[in-house]
């Protein structure tokens, strides 16, 4: 618990994020490479979650946490395409193939459960996806090394830490981070599909603000059979970008300058056509770890964690629940405590020790509050959030943290608290 731990509280020094001169922030939208590959990892995690404890009543040692995906080839024009090519998606990881139970031995169907859910979310998700044509779906998955299936059986109660591991995060986010956020939710929410179906899912949106000017640049692939010609295609993005800004004068005052498929070259002919909405279906590679961290975004002017979270198993793997734990701390702290205006949350974990004594906990602040007002609230509310942390496992099964979901946003985790 927080007393047996070392728990740091600190002020920062220096400006602000949102203070500084500039600041730079990306966000990979559901359909980019690298998002799809956390997706799959973590779609194939949960089912296998569900399927043990639905089976034998607990969650067994699993990590489906590696994933590669493979660009296809494809031809794409005005008014059609087609795929020459499918891509290539493949799970690999370890988990607990056979279960001892009532003196005889069963099998746990691994691939067939990872296969059928892996198909059943692209089929879900990507409108213009053939999933039988477009894509093979793949894996290679082991049984865990002893040591670490050892770790995981041992706790007695409290799961022990499978690995020497951080957990970062930061709060509040800025105007920026909320913008690059927002845009990517947009172009990719069922209603602007429902006005706009020719703008695909593979959206990323880079967002660069020098001191109170915000400059966005979206990279969105355009489906070609929707797009009948230059001027439909045209069209479109000016109203995609339109869209945009109207959103984006809710959320700053700021002036915001959007690029939309800033690599066009309308007088050589060079457009964003995908057959599939997909840029991985023409040789855009992807792979866990290189997209958005846990909390959605990519970050570089912010401390982070360079943990791929996705597909670790939910129980014990302090890369993937301590960056959530050190989330609702810095989100609560910064909603509940006046004069915080920006913290950050680092947890180090230990290997072979339980989840709720980390080794060392630093929380760093900014604002007016007094660091005995701080330290006072945020130790009781550190014990809070790790008593927690044995249970953590229920909101990753229920998707209450929409992990790596890619069009949605990070919770309201203030309000979902007070909820």
Not at 255 to 263: D, G, K, P, S, T
Not at 373 to 398: H, M, N, T
């Amino acid at each position: 618990m927080v007393a047996e731990s070392r728990l740091v509280i600190s002020r920062g020094r220096g400006l602000t994020v949102s203070s500084r001169p500039i600041e730079m922030v990306e966000r990979k939208g559901k359909g980019h490479p690298d998002t799809m590959c956390d997706r799959a990892a973590e779609e194939a995690s949960i089912s296998l979650s569900k399927y043990y404890l639905e089976r034998y009543g607990r969650i067994f040692h699993h990590n489906l946490d590696k994933c590669v995906l493979v660009g296809g080839q494809a031809r794409a024009w005005f008014g059609g395409g087609e795929v020459l090519e499918p891509m290539y998606l493949m799970i690999v990881g370890r988990a607990t193939t056979r279960i001892e139970k009532g003196g005889s031995t069963d099998a746990v169907p691994v691939g067939s459960i990872i296969l059928g859910t892996i198909k059943s979310w692209l089929r879900r998700e990507f409108r213009f996806l053939d999933v039988d044509s477009h894509v093979v779906v793949d894996y290679r998955v082991k049984p865990g090394s002893a040591d670490l299936v050892h770790v995981f059986e041992s706790g007695s109660g409290v799961p022990l830490a499978n690995d020497t591991s951080l957990g970062v995060a930061f709060a509040p986010r800025t105007e920026t981070e909320r913008l690059v956020t927002e845009t990517e939710r947009l172009l990719n929410s069922p209603e602007f599909k429902a006005r706009r179906p020719e703008v695909g899912e593979d959206v990323k949106v880079m967002g660069l603000r020098e001191n109170d000017r915000i400059s966005l640049t979206v990279a969105a692939a355009m489906v070609s059979r929707l797009l009948e010609s230059k001027e439909k295609y045209i069209s479109v993005v000016e109203e995609a970008k339109e869209e945009i800004l109207k959103m984006a004068s809710r959320i700053t005052d700021k002036e915001v300058e959007v690029n939309f498929n800033a690599a066009d070259d309308y007088e050589r002919g060079r457009y964003y056509l995908t057959v599939t909405g997909l840029s991985a279906e023409n040789g855009d590679d992807g792979q866990v770890g290189r997209g958005n961290r846990v909390g959605g975004l990519i970050t570089p002017m912010r401390p982070m964690s360079l943990e791929a979270a996705a597909g670790k198993n939910p129980v014990n793997h302090v890369g993937k629940i301590y960056n959530i734990a050190a989330q609702e701390i810095v989100d609560r702290l910064t909603s509940e405590v006046r004069g915080v205006e920006e913290a950050y949350c680092y947890m180090l974990s230990k290997i072979g020790h339980p989840i709720d004594e980390p080794q060392a906990i630093h929380i760093e602040y900014y604002g007016s509050a007094g660091e005995d007002a701080v330290r006072r609230y945020a130790e009781s509310l550190v014990e809070d959030e790790l008593s927690r942390l044995p249970r953590i496992w229920e909101g990753i099964l229920q998707r209450r943290y929409d992990l790596f979901r890619g069009g949605e946003a990070w919770p309201d985790w203030a309000a979902r608290r007070r909820a």
